[in-house]
């Protein structure tokens, strides 16, 4: 099973609501990534867990707020965004960052902020 | 300042022709480079990926070629199918980041 599941595949949300996205795989990975796209734009890295600890944020807003319950699940936690914030949002896992085998990437969730 | 530089932007093939889609970086740290194949709504997909001490790479009609003196990768797909529309992106990794070129919008036209 090569599959990153994600929930919503949709979401519409408010500036003033708090929502969440999950992600979740089954293979075994130990490195998960939240990567933030823009349409007709590259996937730009968000946050990297490697072994459930957060190695990685690139300086992304505290209205972001990521969580990884376990190894299998990880978490993004949406609190006061703002309309530019509307984008597809994937999630992605690979075996170990340190062996630098590939990244599987989720369907995405799309996030419209109104 | 873009890590991974990519070109053409857009790509227009006849079916059967070869597409042929060029990256380039400065980090000599990156040490992995895959591509990443997109459908509108989807996630990318991992098409193929090589790391540096190998010059060329295929596994069907995808064809990974690397220069590591120039610092430059390319991806040439053989015989492009209308079902290989799509934008491609190449990447570079290095530690725990994986840095996505800007993409290419490739279509194939019958």
């Known amino acids: 099973d090569t599959e990153v599941i994600q929930t919503p595949k949709h979401l519409v949300m408010g500036m003033t609501n708090k929502k969440s996205l999950k992600c979740e795989q089954h293979?075994?990975?130990?490195?998960m990534y939240w990567y933030k796209q823009k349409a007709k734009k590259p996937p730009e890295l968000m946050f990297v867990y490697s072994y459930e600890k957060l190695s990685i944020n690139e300086s992304v807003p505290s209205r972001f707020s990521p969580e990884c319950p376990n190894s299998s699940l990880l978490n993004l936690h949406l609190h006061a965004l703002q309309p530019e914030d509307s984008a597809l949002y994937l999630c992605?896992?690979?075996?170990?960052?340190?062996?630098?085998?590939?990244?599987?990437f989720g369907q995405g969730t799309r996030l419209t902020v109104v | 300042q873009q890590q991974v530089k990519q070109s053409p932007q857009s790509l227009i093939v006849q079916k059967g022709g070869i597409s042929i889609i060029n990256c380039a970086y400065e980090n000599t740290a990156f040490d992995y480079f895959p591509w990443y194949q997109q459908f509108p709504g989807k996630g990318p997909a991992l098409l193929i990926a090589?790391?540096?001490?190998?010059s060329e790479k295929k596994e069907g009609r995808f064809t990974i070629s690397f220069n590591k003196s120039a610092k430059q990768f390319s991806l040439h797909i053989m015989d492009s199918q209308p079902g290989d529309s799509a934008t491609y992106f190449c990447?570079?990794?290095?530690?725990?980041?994986?840095?996505f070129g800007p993409g290419t919008s490739l279509s194939v036209i019958p």
């Open positions: 990447a570079a990794t290095e530690y725990d980041k994986v840095i």
């Open positions: 992605a896992s690979s075996q170990d960052w340190a062996l630098n085998t590939e990244a599987f």
């Open positions: 090589i790391r540096p001490d190998v």
């Open positions: 293979m075994g990975h130990r490195a």
